[in-house]
């Protein structure tokens, strides 16, 4: 939340060996990596009897800008979800930090919810830095997605209710937003539906304007910073976002290893300084360091 960079040991592996990286054998539809050919097989298997050899493809080279067009399709998307401990871990142990400090991020970002209801990445969708990336082209014929104060808290929002008891009934959907309808005066981040209406408007006047403007995914890394999390455009950030949840634990691992301070302040557990250097100088008004350092309590009892 928060030139290429040099991807460092965790990001070191070729793209065929990185799922995070690699997107040339990558359909968000179907989550899954197509086998490669081998061309150490036999070389009957490259021989027409009538033509002669067959000339095996090039690769394929990853696009640097993938079409990310699904996100605003309303398709079920298929994700993969979960993190296993031990990928945690493996985490934990390159950084250097403990694997509650990791988990008290997950927490304190979207409470373990890294998906929304079609699959998509969890996301905030962030005004003002469409604002700054824009130039306040667009703050006054769209006030309501560029403007240079941010959204805040509605204080009339109920919290979310928690899981309702057997045979209770369901609670009523939240009303789409409508960006036409919208009241500028209306600065309140709003509900879950808000989020991907708010940036396809956007989108649709700055697409990397607009994907850098939001945050993403379980550990909600904001787009700006997809090149400290290790990805050259914000498209094949958003696309890995789209890919798994642990390719938003590898960005959250890119992120802390290249945001100065931040690594040894995780390590030292210094929860000012890492909510100052993970959520931004107003870290303050929303208790962020209080927040993770509560987080990491309860991972720990």
């Not at 960006?179 to 649709?204: C, F, H, I």
Request: hydrophobic share 35%; proline share 11%; charged share 20%.
């Amino acid at each position: 939340m928060a030139s290429t960079c040099d991807p460092g040991p965790i990001f070191s592996l070729l793209p065929s060996q990185n799922p995070c990286a690699d997107q040339r054998f990558f359909d968000p539809l179907k989550p899954m990596l197509s086998p490669q050919p081998n061309w150490l097989s036999p070389l009957s298997t490259y021989l027409d009897p009538w033509n002669g050899p067959i000339v095996a493809p090039a690769p394929t080279v990853p696009s640097a800008n993938p079409d990310i067009s699904q996100l605003f399709t309303n398709t079920k998307l298929q994700p993969q979800t979960g993190i296993t401990e031990d990928q945690f871990k493996t985490i934990a142990e390159q950084l250097k930090v403990e694997v509650a400090v990791i988990k008290a991020f997950a927490k304190v970002e979207t409470g373990g919810a890294p998906f929304d209801h079609l699959g998509r990445p969890a996301i905030l969708y962030e005004r003002q830095w469409f604002h700054t990336l824009t130039k306040g082209k667009y703050d006054t014929t769209h006030p309501h997605i560029s403007d240079p104060n941010a959204y805040h808290p509605n204080p009339k929002k109920k919290p979310r209710p928690k899981h309702a008891k057997k045979g209770a009934p369901a609670p009523a959907p939240s009303a789409p937003f409508n960006p036409v309808q919208a009241d500028p005066k209306d600065d309140y981040y709003g509900n879950d539906s808000t989020q991907y209406p708010r940036l396809k408007e956007a989108y649709d006047l700055d697409g990397v304007a607009a994907l850098e403007s939001a945050s993403w995914g379980r550990f909600q890394v904001l787009g700006v910073n997809h090149k400290s999390s290790g990805f050259p455009t914000v498209q094949a950030f958003v696309l890995a976002m789209m890919r798994s949840e642990y390719c938003h634990l590898e960005a959250f691992a890119g992120f802390v290893r290249r945001t100065k301070g931040l690594q040894t302040a995780c390590q030292k557990k210094d929860w000012v300084s890492m909510a100052r250097l993970y959520n931004g100088p107003k870290y303050q008004k929303y208790h962020y360091d209080t927040k993770l350092k509560e987080a990491y309590d309860e991972i720990t009892k």
